[in-house]
């Protein structure tokens, strides 16, 4: 069974940096997007960045201009670069990427925001 796996995190204090990796297990053809989703305690799960395979992407309001996104669709890797991070920022964060017709999701890696 095809996984995302996730790679990253951890606990960083406020203003820091973190970048989170993402690689599928084996290669998905057909994914039209890749991206990453986060969940704080209590919350709905939301989506923070995705990138299209045309190489559109976009962003959360609140982690614009703070957080980057690049990935190669194609060969299933995303990778998540998070500057000036705040305790709100605290959150699992989740691997995701879709495309003909099927969903697939990382199992998270937990990031800390804290000093």
């Known amino acids: 069974q095809v996984q995302l796996v996730e790679s990253g995190g951890g606990l960083v204090q406020p203003g820091g940096s973190l970048g989170l990796n993402c690689i599928s297990s084996?290669?998905?053809?057909?994914?039209?997007?890749m991206g990453w989703y986060r969940q704080a305690h209590g919350k709905q799960r939301e989506l923070v960045a995705q990138?299209?395979?045309?190489?559109?992407?976009r962003y959360l309001d609140s982690v614009k201009g703070r957080f980057t996104i690049a990935g190669d669709v194609a060969r299933n890797t995303v990778y998540l670069q998070m500057n000036d991070l705040t305790p709100e920022d605290t959150a699992v964060y989740y691997c995701?990427?879709?495309?003909?017709?099927?969903?697939?999701w990382g199992k998270g890696t937990l990031v800390t925001v804290s000093s």
């Open positions: 995701h990427a879709y495309g003909n017709a099927s969903t697939y």
């Open positions: 084996e290669i998905i053809s057909s994914i039209a997007a």
């Open positions: 990138v299209t395979s045309a190489g559109f992407t």
